[in-house]
Antibody, heavy 120, light 110 residues
Framework: EVQLLESGGGLVQPGGSLRLSCAAS????????MSWVRQAPGKGLEWVAAISGSGGITYYADSVRGRFTISRDNFNNMVHLQMSSLRAEDTAAYYC?????????????WGQGTLVTVSS | QSVLTQPPSASGTPGQRVTISCSGTTSNIESNYVYWYQQLPGTAPKLLIY???QRPSGVPDRFSGSKSGTSASLAISGLRSEDEADYYC???????????FGGGTKLTVL
């Protein structure tokens, strides 16, 4: 059974940093791309970043490029999102999601989400 | 403003058939598979349709997907009260190099 478990969310001041983590199990982790997707309160879904199975290819939404970094640890089946220069508009539930097939496709499994609140 | 365009709301009565549209461009829907998700309040999205018209195991055959050109649609037949949720379409966008979503459609079962 595929499981994705996010952690690391919380309250952070504007301009601050936070690192989200996602522990994956139930599939051959290194064979699949992984993404982070966020959802602001009462709003729709917004893709944030993606990383290939090997970790050698990354993609970012324009809204976070240069501030967020996605990475993965295939030994420990983890994917991370390092967020810096955080803004109020980054406040959202952040979901870890597994690509349905290789990298450049949407997702078949999602974690339960972790909430990030950027506020002073 | 979402890259993919969905109606903000849809409704139907129990037993009815409803469709939700998703409009895109040549760089996303026309070139790539479309995925559909159901999101119940307070929960993570759940995959309903993948590769434009495939249903994961466990998803009732009341749900079906189709794609033509730059548009896609999700059809729900035999509408039930538990289908009341938000529905999102998604696709990879070759120009933006990322996954793009529709703005979501809130389905109400009257």
């Amino acid at each position: 059974e595929v499981q994705l478990l996010e952690s690391g969310g919380g309250l952070v001041q504007p301009g601050g940093s936070l690192r989200l983590s996602c522990a994956a199990s139930g599939f051959t982790f290194s064979s699949y791309g992984m993404s982070w997707v966020r959802q602001a309160p009462g709003k729709g879904l917004e893709w944030v970043a993606a990383i290939s199975g090997s970790g050698g290819i990354t993609y970012y939404a324009d809204s976070v490029r240069g501030r967020f970094t996605i990475s993965r640890d295939n030994f420990n089946n983890m994917v991370h999102l390092q967020m810096s220069s955080l803004r109020a508009e980054d406040t959202a539930a952040y979901y870890c999601a597994k690509a349905e097939w290789e990298l450049r496709v949407p997702f078949d499994y999602w974690g339960q989400g972790t909430l990030v609140t950027v506020s002073s | 403003q979402s890259v993919l365009t969905q109606p903000p709301s849809a409704s139907g009565t129990p037993g009815q058939r409803v469709t939700i549209s998703c409009s895109g461009t040549t760089s996303n829907i026309e070139s790539n598979y479309v995925y559909w998700y159901q999101q119940l309040p307070g929960t993570a999205p759940k995959l309903l349709i993948y590769r434009s018209n495939q249903r994961p195991s466990g998803v009732p055959d009341r749900f079906s997907g189709s794609k033509s050109g730059t548009s896609a649609s999700l059809a729900i037949s035999g509408l039930r009260s538990e289908d009341e949720a938000d529905y999102y379409c998604a696709a990879w966008d070759d120009s933006l190099s990322g996954v793009v979503f529709g703005g979501g459609t809130k389905l109400t079962v009257l």
